[in-house]
């Protein structure tokens, strides 16, 4: 297997910027994610941040210390579509030949190295998606909002990042004609792809920065404080 990483950042993240680049105890989450994947990919110039391009003089300056991941520059309208498809574009021109892939995102600030790795011995010729139990209670609502049931908790689980791809699915995903809103996990569902799960990260949290900073900068302490 010849493992590479993806890190997109759309356009959307210029109307918050703090969602990359506002630091968390001393580092951004961009940084903690590139990080996380340096640790799960053997050759480290294939990480790629794939940014839309208001967002590209930001990121060389916050991955100014990291020489070997590298920056590309998406096609306009800078979507997560046209970030993906820059970041896999980049890495079909390298030397080495990449066969999987690893999709982050900066929603999830706290991966881990260790979720990476889970990820990738999961890895085969189609998708892999760290997911966690649903453990609230979920009801279903009616139009007008009416509780009318109460939705079985057994079959749901929230996912993750980073997901997993072999580069030929990925790639066929994202030739497909795709809304604004590209999802990759939704569009291998559509293509009838086999999706395996593997175990999340319970500080996986999903972050709206600024306002969920001090709970990810307690979250990131408590860590401190299990290691030592």
């Given at each position: 297997m010849k493992l590479s990483a993806i890190v997109p950042l759309p356009i959307s993240v210029a109307q918050n910027t703090a969602s990359a680049f506002l630091p968390l105890a001393g580092q951004s989450p961009l940084v903690r994610i590139v990080r996380a994947m340096l640790d799960a990919v053997t050759e480290p110039a294939r990480v790629v941040v794939a940014a839309a391009e208001p967002l590209v003089a930001d990121v060389r300056a916050a991955l100014a210390d990291s020489a070997t991941v590298a920056v590309a520059v998406a096609d306009t309208p800078g979507a997560r579509l046209q970030c993906l498809r820059a970041?896999?574009?980049h890495l079909e021109r390298q030397s080495v030949s990449t066969t999987h892939v690893l999709v982050g995102d900066i929603?999830?600030?706290?991966?881990?190295?260790?979720?990476?790795?889970?990820?990738?011995?999961?890895l085969t010729d189609g998708v892999v998606v760290p997911t966690l139990p649903v453990t609230d209670s979920v009801k279903a609502v009616d139009a007008s909002g009416s509780v009318i049931a109460t939705v079985d908790r057994s079959t749901l689980a929230a996912a993750q990042y980073p997901r997993g791809?072999?580069?030929?699915?990925?790639?066929?995903?994202?030739?497909?004609?795709?809304?604004?809103?590209?999802?990759?996990?939704?569009?291998?569902?559509?293509?009838?792809?086999?999706?395996?799960?593997?175990?999340?990260?319970?500080?996986?949290?999903?972050?709206?920065?600024?306002?969920?900073?001090?709970?990810?900068?307690?979250?990131?302490?408590?860590?401190?404080?299990?290691?030592?």
């Open positions: 970041g896999l574009e929603c999830q600030p706290l991966v881990s190295a260790e979720l990476c790795e889970r990820v990738v011995a999961g791809f072999a580069v030929g699915p990925l790639a066929s995903l994202l030739s497909r004609p795709a809304s604004e809103d590209f999802d990759e996990i939704a569009e291998a569902l559509r293509a009838g792809l086999p999706i395996t799960v593997v175990a999340g990260d319970p500080d996986g949290y999903r972050a709206a920065l600024p306002g969920d900073a001090p709970f990810f900068e307690a979250v990131i302490a408590s860590r401190h404080r299990d290691r030592n």
